[in-house]
């Protein structure tokens, strides 16, 4: 299959690049660097959602799954961008979510609507909360005074969870799906898909001896698999060189490889190797061992746009180090994935106050600890955990939305490294190290 040696390139569209200088990135941007890409040697784009939506989570909360949010560009812009990226040889793959929709999505509007609304049962709604707690904090359950009842979200309370357990759920994503593959795209990244089902026992999750909530059913729950390989089935029926590629939220090296195979996801992201926060050799050569001894293919990458990136993180702005990481990136068997600006060696946009931070897990650690802490040291904290780190500006832009990502002065060695080593790549490799 095109992917099982290609390397892949991680877009995340605000930031990078901005074709009408309004500070925030767009179709028509991205247009403009497909020659660079090209010539860098990438195989395959992958878009961050584009979707209308209140960015809530930076478009992780999708309005509307069947058009583009206007800031960056029109359908028909984005159309052009699929047909200038096959032009000139390469793929392009889409980010979807369907754990959940934003609140303003039609369906959960029309869900609001009644307890006999035919969208009700498209969420999951009970009487009385339990105690489920969500990824972002606090309960995972919002009230509605007007029906008097819960609905659950994983996320922010405006992510609302798809019931999934609703057969109406399945053909509406499966409809979806079959507009974007009319589109043209070659593929699909399935945002926190091991996410989708919850225990409908709804009993409470056991809680740990330090008190924290362990996640027992409200993720991968017992059946998942059987959706997961008919929307699978769904994809490759239509085409079976159409990627997938799952988010499982776990650094699990035996979590994550329940969710590819054959009849599954194709691949899925290998956090038990990207979301490292130190580079232990030790660690990193067992992991390549049993990604390779598991017959299942695996990605490989350091950077993305919920990190602080590679060049601070793993490489502590030592450039050795960070050649050594390309080579690890790109000559080891498994799919490569890297993030838009890795390849210029950039650093971390560090936001020095509160003004000047987007992420929402930012803002929520700032205020837990600006009273007890102060300004100086809650900032300090906020940027610890700031997913905007990676997410700053490239420096293609004048202006921007977001400031700017630190640039380097081995710019140019750096990125000469990753052209040689991908060329290499497509040449003689991957390697299977066994
Ligand atoms: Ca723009
Ligand atoms: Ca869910």
């Known amino acids: 299959m095109w992917w099982e040696k290609a390397v892949f390139y991680e877009i995340y569209l605000p930031s990078f690049a901005d074709s009408n200088c309004d500070g925030i990135g767009d179709f028509n941007g991205i247009k403009e660097k497909l020659p660079y890409l090209k010539e860098l040697g990438i195989d395959a784009l992958w878009l961050t959602p ?35 990226t096959k032009n000139l040889g390469m793929c392009i793959i889409i980010d979807v979510v369907f754990n959940h929709t934003s609140i303003k999505h039609p369906w959960f509007q029309a869900a609001l609507q009644s307890v006999e609304s035919k969208k009700r049962d498209w969420y999951v709604w009970r009487d009385k909360p339990n105690n489920w707690e ?61 996410n989708l089902t919850v225990n409908t026992n709804f009993e409470d999750n056991p809680v740990d001896e330090n008190g924290r909530q362990i996640h027992q059913n409200d993720v991968n729950q017992k059946g998942i698999l059987t959706v997961l390989k008919e929307i699978n089935a769904h994809i490759k029926k239509r085409n079976t060189e159409l990627f997938t590629v799952a988010e499982i939220s776990s650094d699990d090296l035996q979590v994550i490889n329940q969710y590819v195979g054959s009849d599954l996801f194709d691949t899925a992201f290998n956090f038990n190797l990207g979301s490292q926060e130190k580079l232990n050799l030790n660690y990193f050569a067992r992991q390549y061992k049993a990604m390779n001894t598991t017959g299942k293919l695996p990605t490989l990458f350091f950077n993305s746009h919920d990190m602080s990136r590679s060049w601070e993180r793993l490489a502590k702005e030592n450039r050795d180090i960070y050649q050594l990481l390309i080579v690890l990136l790109t000559i080891n068997n498994g799919i490569t994935f890297l993030f838009q600006g890795e390849e210029l060696g950039l650093g971390d946009f560090v936001p020095s106050n509160l003004t000047e931070t987007r992420d929402i897990q930012a803002k929520n650690k700032y205020f837990e600890l600006l009273h007890t802490e102060g300004e100086v040291k809650a900032m300090a904290a906020a940027n610890l955990v700031n997913r905007d780190r990676s997410r700053g500006m490239l420096p293609f832009n004048m202006n921007g939305w977001i400031g700017p990502s630190k640039v380097n002065e081995s710019e140019k060695i750096i990125t000469a490294g990753y052209k040689a080593l991908i060329e290499l790549r497509h040449k003689e490799g991957p390697f299977l190290f066994s």
């Not at 058009?67 to 984005?78: F, K, N, R």
């Open 50 to 84: 584009f979707y209308p939506s209140p960015k809530v989570d930076n478009g992780y909360d999708v309005a509307d799954y069947c058009d583009v949010d206007s800031q960056y560009g029109s359908l028909q812009d984005l159309e052009d961008l699929i047909q200038a």
């Open 134 to 194: 969500s990824f972002f904090g606090g309960s995972a359950w919002e009230y509605d005074e007007e029906s008097q009842q819960y609905y659950y979200h994983s996320f922010a309370k405006e992510q609302a969870d798809l019931n999934w357990h609703h057969p109406a759920v399945k053909q509406s994503i499966f409809q979806i799906l079959d507009f974007w593959i009319e589109k043209g795209i070659d593929g699909f990244r399935f945002d926190v898909i091991n």
